[in-house]
């Protein structure tokens, strides 16, 4: 059975930091691109960041670059998120996810999701 575990969320002032983790199980997860994907209240899902296979080749929507960075150990069949400087507009259930498809995970067409963490930001 195909699992992605999310873990690492909570409640934390602006401009802390929070690392989630994503921990997968039931396919092979260093043939995936894995991504994180965000969705606030009321608002669309957005796409954050994502990781290639071997971890050399990473991409960052705008509002998070220079802040978050994405990495993998695919030893440990698990995913990472760390997050620095958080501000406010960065509160959203915070969803890993993985693709065979660079392209298509990035566009949000992954293969497999987890259920989310919820990340608050309080000002």
């Known amino acids: 059975q195909v699992q992605l575990v999310e873990s690492g969320g909570g409640l934390v002032q602006a401009g802390g930091s929070l690392r989630l983790s994503c921990a997968a199980s039931g396919f092979t997860f260093s043939s995936a691109r894995t991504g994180w994907f965000r969705q606030a209240p009321g608002k669309e899902r957005e796409f954050v960041a994502i990781?290639?296979?071997?971890?050399?080749?990473?991409d960052y929507a705008d509002s998070v670059k220079g802040r978050f960075t994405i990495s993998r150990d695919n030893a440990k069949n698990t995913a990472f998120l760390q997050m620095n400087s958080l501000k406010p507009e960065d509160t959203a259930v915070y969803y890993c996810a993985a693709g065979f498809s660079w392209s298509g995970l990035r566009n949000g067409d992954y293969n497999y999701r987890g259920q989310g963490t919820q990340v608050t930001v309080s000002s």
């Open positions: 990781i290639d296979r071997t971890g050399s080749i990473k």
